[in-house]
């Protein structure tokens, strides 16, 4: 757990995410044995002032996922974006797809500072406007090269991440140590996580999962039934 960790965005998402890596900073340094300060390991951005000082004070995102209790001794919450990302080894980005092409230019990010860093994209969908995948988005507009690159995907909703329910992660990407990297600051006790080599396939599934489950709820409407929702279904899993 040496390295420095960016979570980008205050979602729901987000707010799961800062958990889940905060808990296992947090584990692995008390099974060490370690004595030293944790030092914030892990940094949150996100844009909103009030939220920010409502967490710092109570520590709990009031618009997501509120019964997350905030470990503020692993976890430091940063309105400037510049300095997370300058702190970072590992930057998270959880901003939703719709939103992300803005965000990043409105934090005037540059192909500079995300020299030498690994981006994961915890984002599903693609970026409106350029109507590509969020791989090929930073490999095209920030120079972020595939071996620099992963992606975390799977049925994984954010509310029950705050439960502890079991749920499994994939990690994608082209280099092999990243995937391991992403996965032991990702796997705990209610995180299991899977890993694999195609980035694009697993960010195509995450686009067209969603493109199923509105034809399944159209069939759904029109009145057909069980029968035809599993071939539905089938084939659109082949």
Not at 81 to 106: C, G, R, S, T, W
Request: charged share 20%; proline share 3%; net charge neutral.
């Amino acid at each position: 757990n040496k390295h420095k960790i960016a979570i980008i965005g205050g979602g729901s998402w987000a707010t799961a995410l800062v958990k889940i890596f905060s808990d296992n900073v947090l584990a692995t340094h008390l099974t060490s044995g370690s004595t030293g300060k944790l030092s914030h390991y892990v940094e949150w951005w996100m844009r909103d002032a009030e939220t920010i000082e409502n967490i710092n004070k109570f520590r709990r995102n009031p618009n997501y996922l509120s019964s997350i209790e905030i470990n503020l001794d692993v976890v430091k919450v940063n309105p400037s974006f510049y300095e997370v990302i300058k702190n970072a080894d590992i930057i998270v980005m959880a901003i939703p797809a719709a939103f992300l092409k803005d965000a990043l230019q409105e934090s005037k990010l540059n192909r500079s500072q995300l020299k030498d860093k690994t981006i994961v994209s915890a984002i599903k969908g693609i970026v409106p406007g350029n109507n590509q995948i969020i791989s090929t988005f930073f490999s095209n507009h920030y120079d972020v090269p595939a071996v620099s690159y992963a992606t975390i995907s799977g049925p994984c909703h954010a509310e029950e991440v705050a439960e502890e329910k079991l749920s499994y992660l994939t990690i994608s990407s082209q280099n092999n140590e990243i995937s391991k990297i992403v996965s032991r600051y990702l796997e705990c006790r209610y995180i299991k996580t899977l890993t694999s080599e195609d980035v694009a396939g697993n960010e195509f599934a995450a686009i067209l999962k969603n493109i199923v489950a509105i034809a399944s709820g159209i069939c759904h409407g029109v009145g057909f039934g069980d029968n035809f929702q599993a071939v539905l279904i089938a084939n659109a899993i082949r």
